[in-house]
């Protein structure tokens, strides 16, 4: 389990694939896999899950995640669902303690927030779609909605793909560029003709450093080159495996809000 710095007292992690009971299978998700829309059996993934939480040192705690489809919505949490009836969304907030929010990726990029002092957390799954529909923004948005204030704000952008390993084609540069010629910083040339390698990471922080938050950490951590402590969807692809595990980026608020 890693940790951001600039979220030192907020009880986080951004899990690894090292721990859980899953072995391969059908494809790469030997592990701690937390997936539920894997082809890994639900027992692995419950069990996994747990695992996950009792590492966080909050073991009894709800932990809830969402039917990520790659969007800027985002929803809050007040009490907890079964995973089936997860809701559709791509960021979640909560203001109540004991709720673990917990972020699924294998590649995309988990954000987690926290104001300490209104006693609000986040947590966004933001992959090129959802960051560019502005998935970060609308979490902060709805983390100011209950209370929090973005200068109280800390943010961590955990493991995900990185510029090295993300390849991209002539239509994904143009449209960005389209968009916003400053996008160019994001975007190095590739070996291969009339590609790009895009840096996912980079911006998704320079987004979240327009909002005038506390902080802004980013691990730099390649999911798609580290199948040692990673699982990855490019990787999976590229190597032809019919599919693979996900990471979960977990933060739990503990203690309600400073009066």
């Known amino acids: ?46 069990e996994n899950r747990r695992l996950a939480v009792a590492r966080l040192g909050v073991q009894g705690c709800d932990l809830v995640t969402a039917y990520q489809v790659h969007s800027a919505k985002v929803v809050r949490v007040t009490q907890a669902w079964a995973h089936q009836d997860a809701p559709q969304v791509d960021a979640m907030v909560t203001g109540e303690s004991g709720m673990v929010l917990g972020i699924l990726t294998a590649d995309c990029a988990p954000v987690l927030f926290a104001d300490r002092t209104a006693g609000i957390i986040g947590a966004a799954h933001a992959g090129w779609r959802g960051a560019r529909a502005g998935v970060v923004e609308a979490c902060i948005a709805e983390m100011v909605a209950i209370g929090a204030r973005p200068s109280n704000i ?47 990471s980079g911006y998704i922080e320079r987004r979240l450093s327009r909002l005038e938050l506390a902080s802004v950490a980013a691990l730099g951590v390649d999911t798609c080159g580290d199948p040692e402590r990673f699982y990855s969807y490019r990787r999976c692809t590229l190597n032809g495996e019919k599919d693979y595990g996900r990471l979960l980026s977990a933060i739990v608020l503990e203690q309600p809000a400073l009066k």
């Open 154 to 200: 800390d943010a961590a952008i955990g493991p995900c793909i990185a510029q090295s390993s993300y390849e991209v084609g002539p239509e994904f540069y143009q449209d960005f560029i389209d968009e916003d010629a400053a996008h160019d910083d994001f975007f190095k040339t590739s070996t291969r003709p009339g590609h790009f390698q895009f840096d996912l």
């Open 1 to 46: 389990m890693l940790t951001a710095s600039n979220l030192n007292g907020v009880r986080h992690g951004f899990f690894t694939r090292k721990g859980g009971v899953s072995a391969d299978g059908i494809g790469d998700m030997d592990g701690l896999n937390c997936g539920f829309g894997s082809d890994d059996s639900s027992e692995n993934v419950a």
